[in-house]
């Protein structure tokens, strides 16, 4: 499962260049049975399988006899939900092992034995925690430095300051009648600026207001907000709703 989306493009690339290196270990390399059995029914009774403690032990002991500061995240919707903060945070590890639960997920143990931090990347169930994976290592390390074209892209990403991007736009200027915001044909980059935080905090306000509770305001934002929230008011006073 991890072969093509490493290969390709800025992993990929990142991959050659040495900003990261990602190393996959075979959990049932660590069986000591013929068959290789990395699961078992659950004690008491019940659905599905449980993934047995001493392969992953084993596994993750290999790994932390070469490096015991590596930080050990296991990826389970009863994690903490992941967002641009926390990957930040995580982005500055050094070394990650992030253990791909299957099944039910693993013997309880495994967490209170060998896991540092529990990670989700939604509320939602996966058949496997790998393409959960997969989505920590692409966000985070598109924030090392080297890995984007421009680093500086990575500074304003969405969530950057927790709010939303502003709208974006590219050749043509009129597409099918749809044209460019003239502000942004106008060279004026103050203006550009203030257009660009204003829209942020439109899309902010009304997609994702628990964001703006986060969010660094400055007075001239909460005015613009308040404009933004009035003008909402009156166009939907005005459509009658
Ligand atoms: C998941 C998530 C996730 C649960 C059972 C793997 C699956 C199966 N991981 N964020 N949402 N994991 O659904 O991280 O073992």
Known sequence: MFSSPFEASILGKAIEKGRIEIRIVNIRD?????????????????????????PIARAIERVKAESPSAWTVYLTPQGRSLNQERARALSSKAHLILLCGRYEGVDERVREMFVDEEVSIGDYVLTGGELAAMVMVDTLSRLLPGVLGCDQSAEE????????????????????????????????????????RKEALRRTAKRRPDLLAKA?????????????????ETRTRGDGV
């Not at 909460?222 to 009035?230: G, P, T």
């Open 216 to 232: 660094t305001l400055s007075e001239t934002d909460r005015k613009v907000i308040d404009e933004i929230l009035q003008s909402e």
């Open 30 to 54: 660590f069986t000591s049975d013929k068959h290789h059995v990395v699961d078992d029914t659950p004690y008491g009774g019940g659905q599905g399988m449980v993934m047995k403690v001493e």
């Open 157 to 196: 990403d969405s969530f950057s300051d927790s709010l939303l991007e502003y709208p974006q736009y590219t050749r043509p200027v009129d597409f099918r009648g749809h044209s460019v915001p003239d502000v942004l044909l106008s060279g004026n980059h103050e203006a550009i600026l203030r257009w660009r």
